[in-house]
């Protein structure tokens, strides 16, 4: 991404981060807006059929609104990065050169040795965008609170299936400068409530979204968040309508 440090210009950033480093002071630059949820719409046509969904863990014992992945471990816990959404960038390869061989050098190798951190809270995310597609595809559909009262829940609301919904694998990553690249799949179980385990079906979607414009040389870091929490929901939501295609077709008599 791009490396001019917000509104100051690169010579002038390049600058205080060799003075940061001499005085012993980090070289990481962490830039986070807050998490916007874009509303979902669906133009699929309203079911009838009553559905009792369960997001499952990612990570165990981890609910899926406060799992975070990033382009250095992939997923982890993290409720307050889970209501931002940005990027950390580590400056320590160009202050080197640049305490080497002066800002002159070190401008020229930024764009080369910054290493961006990318940190998409995909869990909540996708948890709001489809809960949003379920209640337009599913009117009558429930939410599970993953506790021990499931299942009175799904008797009283006289749920037909069950779906247990999993994020499998979630990836990001930049490539080319200032471009973001999306992975995910996602692992959904419809199960006929009362119904032995063979009557059931798994089903699995895969999307990605490669080469996403985030901005350029002259965008400044917030232009960059919010494209890149655009590209996001915009996934997210694709996604979501693929899953409710096919819990529509998995559940019609």
């Known amino acids: 991404m791009n490396w001019r440090g917000g509104k100051l210009s690169g010579l002038a950033f390049l600058s205080l981060l060799i003075v940061l480093a001499e005085l012993g002071t980090g070289c990481k630059v962490a830039n986070r807006r807050p998490l916007q949820v874009a509303p979902f719409k669906t133009t699929l046509t309203a079911s009838a059929q009553k559905l009792a969904v369960q997001f499952d863990d990612t990570l165990p014992g981890t609910n899926l609104n406060v799992t975070v992945w990033d382009n250095a471990v992939g997923p982890f816990a993290d409720a307050k990065e889970a209501k931002q959404i940005g990027y950390t960038q580590n400056y320590n390869k160009v202050v080197a050169v640049g305490m080497a061989g002066g800002v002159a050098a070190a401008e020229a190798a930024a764009p080369y040795l910054i290493e961006t951190r990318i940190v998409i809270p995909f869990g909540p995310i996708f948890v709001g965008t489809l809960q949003s597609g379920l209640h337009q595809t599913f ?20 749920a037909k299936y069950r779906v247990n919904v999993r994020v499998a694998d979630f990836r990001v990553w930049e ?20 119904e032995p385990a063979e009557a059931g079906s798994t089903f699995e979607v895969q999307r990605q979204a490669t080469k996403q414009k985030i901005g350029s040389v002259m965008s400044t870091s917030g232009g960059f968040i919010r494209k890149m929490n655009e590209i996001a929901n915009a996934f997210a939501g694709d996604v979501a309508t693929e899953i409710l295609e096919t819990l529509q077709k998995k559940t019609t008599p």
């Open 175 to 194: 490539e080319p400068l200032n471009h973001i690249n999306l992975t995910a799949k996602v692992t959904c179980r419809v199960q006929p409530v009362g």
């Open 139 to 158: 009117p009558g559909a429930m939410i599970l609170t993953n506790d021990a009262s499931d299942g009175e829940a799904i008797a009283a609301a006289q």
